[in-house]
């Protein structure tokens, strides 16, 4: 087994590697923000482009202006972001384990939820087709919502578990309870947006757009761990840096990528996503 000696030995090595790579990265995310629109309410549209089909009928509108994100999308990185936030606040910071089964099959629920109210939507594209009910935003808020406390708290903890060398393994979600709690906050997410109350475009907006980079940085930095077969080794929030902008940076440019094919589809072949 390899020594104490010999381990930061190779820590010392390595260090200025890291500070290189560290270094590429921020100039990559600094491009990001430096190159136009410059406005963050614009970097925040540029953000939902990539990944949201940004239907104007099917998104809500602030204060007469429109999210960047579409009803559905605008609940769930909602529901990220504040699932996120709320394990943090309970000090669930390194928590590795799932919620209960019961609490798990409840999350699993929201999940199908969002994706029967996703697929009644879809059908109504096509006139002929029957579907189960009128769709509308507030139900596309409500079940996107959900979906995303569910796919947080089940993100969370695999995140934790593939990323720290010590990980709590107390369920990041442990009671009914707890959940409860989730989902009244949820409901005071909802009916603010689909108030579309003029000075909350921004906050709106936003969190919005931080919890689509929250979650692709969670999985990114999950995926990029297991390649370099560099997980379980962080035992602090220094050594989780790294992973983590490395992680962002590649949620950037795959939002960049996914942005540019689709401007490259609408704007030379017509097609419209």
């Known amino acids: 087994m390899e020594s104490e000696k010999a381990q930061a030995s190779r820590s010392r090595s390595s260090a200025p590697a890291r500070r290189m790579l560290a270094g590429l990265l921020l100039i990559v995310l600094a491009v ?14 540029l953000i ?23 009803a559905r999308c605008t609940g769930t990185y909602l529901g990220v972001t504040l699932a996120l936030a709320a394990y943090f606040l309970l000090g669930r910071r390194r928590s590795g384990g799932l919620p209960p089964l019961p609490l798990l099959t409840a999350l699993v629920v929201f999940i199908v939820l969002m994706g029967i109210d996703g ?31 569910a ?21 990041v979600l442990r009671n009914f309870v707890e ?11 909802v009916l603010v947006t689909q108030a579309e109350i ?26 990029l761990l297991i390649l370099a077969r560099r997980e379980n080794l962080a ?18 440019l795959e939002i960049a990528a996914m942005g540019a094919v689709r401007a490259l589809l609408t704007h030379y072949y017509g097609l419209n996503f």
């Not at 990944?51 to 960047?68: D, E, V």
């Not at 709690?181 to 997410?189: D, K, Q």
């Open 32 to 45: 990001f923000l430096l190159l136009p629109p410059w406005s963050v309410l614009d970097k925040a549209h």
């Open 48 to 70: 939902g482009y990539g990944i949201c089909h940004q239907i104007p009928a099917r998104s809500f509108h602030p204060g007469g202006q429109q999210l960047p994100l579409c």
């Open 119 to 149: 697929l009644n939507s879809y059908l109504t594209f096509f006139p002929d087709l029957p579907h189960l009910y009128e769709p509308s935003n507030l139900f596309r808020l409500i079940t996107g919502t959900l979906n995303g406390l």
């Open 151 to 171: 796919l947080a708290t089940i993100v969370f903890p695999v995140f934790n578990f593939t990323l720290w060398r010590t990980v709590d393994p107390q369920p």
């Open 179 to 189: 959940l409860g709690v989730l989902l009244a906050a949820a409901l005071a997410l």
């Open 198 to 223: 003029g000075f909350l475009l921004y906050p709106l907006a936003l969190v919005s757009t931080a919890g689509v980079l929250a979650m692709l940085t969670l999985i990114n930095s999950m995926i």
């Open 235 to 252: 035992e602090t929030w220094g050594d989780a840096l790294l992973p983590l902008l490395a992680g962002l940076t590649l949620s950037v």
